[in-house]
């Protein structure tokens, strides 16, 4: 992880970059790319049911922020598990629909763009990586539970984060059959308990030049989980954002390759800021579980102090009040029947 900034001391803290904020920032729907290769109907059922919703919660955020709010739409494409396909076949179909929904999508990022991102602009292979998935690993904080005996491996090591304490089928030792079974238990519940367990990934050997190497494959909700953190302008590397919108021209056409196309496109020219105070979502029922996951995988990422203390203040100049926990800067609005 030689790219994957450590914690450093005071007097070598290199100053922190602002980036662009809109107010809001709207997901504008998703899709797995399955129903990107297949038929037209679901993406343009999808985005009939969004273009109403996008205009409400623009509405809304004018009355909340003014006439003049900044409201900026984007869309997360899933090339990261589907990188075989086709970039130009795939975008053609979207937009298409897109617009003919009467749909504005001012920013398109790839899914794969969670994982890691050129250092500057150039997608060349030759480029540089910042390997954000392993930064945000290594700022992830786990809660111990107590009396844990240490049988299973730790977060860092498995891949695996929980909400609470796991049930006791999990201890160590020989079990003696008078033992009680003890339930999970979620770490701030109230009433009861919804004990969850993420694996954020997982590891695999492959052959490389004849030998052994172990990868990583991210899971789902763990770039879902950094793709809010762009959406809200919170990650730097070396002090300077990690991503930054690339304008796409017609004339530039698609690449025959998803890795060669920047992490994160601006497609309408006139667009407000990618980043925003907010991030709001309009997705399908079935991505509850993964943001779920998401929100639980977010409250245990130690975050920059600066960057957080930096938005806050920003939000300060404007009016703004903007909570330091970023989970509480999430929105989602679930589609029925999806």
């Known amino acids: 992880m030689d790219n994957v900034p450590g914690y450093i001391e005071a007097t070598e803290r290199t100053r922190v970059a602002k980036v662009p904020l809109s107010h809001l920032s709207i997901e504008v729907g998703h899709f797995y790319m399955n129903d990107l290769s297949n038929g037209e109907e679901r993406i343009r059922?999808?985005?009939?049911?969004?273009?109403?919703?996008?205009?409400?919660?623009?509405?809304a955020a004018k009355d909340e922020f003014g006439p003049r709010a900044r409201v900026s739409t984007c869309f997360l494409v899933d090339d990261y598990f589907r990188s075989d396909t086709d970039p130009a076949e795939i975008l053609d179909k979207l937009l298409r629909n897109a617009d003919e929904c009467g749909l504005t999508?001012?920013?398109l990022a790839r899914e794969a763009g969670c994982w890691e991102v050129p250092e500057t602009g150039d997608s060349a292979a030759s480029t540089p990586r910042i390997k954000l998935a392993e930064m945000v690993r290594?700022?992830?904080v786990a809660e111990p539970p107590e009396g844990s005996n240490g049988r299973r491996p730790p977060t860092a090591e498995s891949g695996w984060?929980?909400?609470?304490?796991r049930a006791s089928d999990d201890s160590g030792g020989q079990a003696l059959h008078d033992e009680p079974y003890v339930p999970p238990e979620e770490f701030g519940r109230r009433e009861h308990s919804i004990f969850l367990d993420?694996?954020?990934?997982?590891?695999?050997?492959?052959?490389v030049n004849g030998r052994d190497e172990v990868s990583i494959k991210w899971s789902c909700p763990y770039l879902a989980s950094i793709w809010q953190l762009l959406?809200?302008?919170?990650?730097?590397?070396?002090?300077?954002?990690?991503?930054?919108?690339q304008?796409?021209?017609?004339?530039?056409?698609?690449?025959?390759?998803?890795?060669?196309?920047?992490?994160?496109?601006?497609?309408?020219?006139?667009?407000?800021?990618?980043?925003?105070?907010?991030?709001?979502?309009?997705?399908?029922?079935?991505?509850?579980?993964?943001?779920?996951a998401v929100?639980?995988?977010?409250?245990?990422?130690q975050l920059d102090a600066e960057v957080i203390e930096q938005i806050v203040e920003r939000g300060l100049e404007e009016g703004i009040i903007v909570p330091p926990k970023v989970t509480e800067r999430l929105t989602h609005f679930l589609l029925d029947g999806s």
């Open 138 to 140: 290594s700022r992830i």
């Open 231 to 245: 959406r809200l302008g919170m990650l730097r590397f070396n002090g300077q954002p990690v991503v930054e919108p």
């Open 105 to 107: 999508i001012d920013y």
């Open 295 to 301: 929100r639980v995988i977010l409250d245990h990422v």
């Open 45 to 59: 059922a999808q985005f009939r049911r969004i273009v109403p919703l996008v205009r409400a919660f623009t509405e």
């Open 198 to 207: 993420v694996q954020m990934w997982s590891s695999y050997v492959r052959k």
């Open 247 to 292: 304008l796409w021209q017609p004339s530039d056409g698609w690449p025959t390759r998803w890795w060669e196309m920047p992490a994160v496109l601006q497609l309408n020219p006139r667009a407000k800021p990618f980043a925003a105070y907010r991030s709001l979502s309009l997705l399908p029922q079935r991505y509850l579980g993964i943001e779920h």
């Open 161 to 165: 984060l929980c909400n609470g304490r």
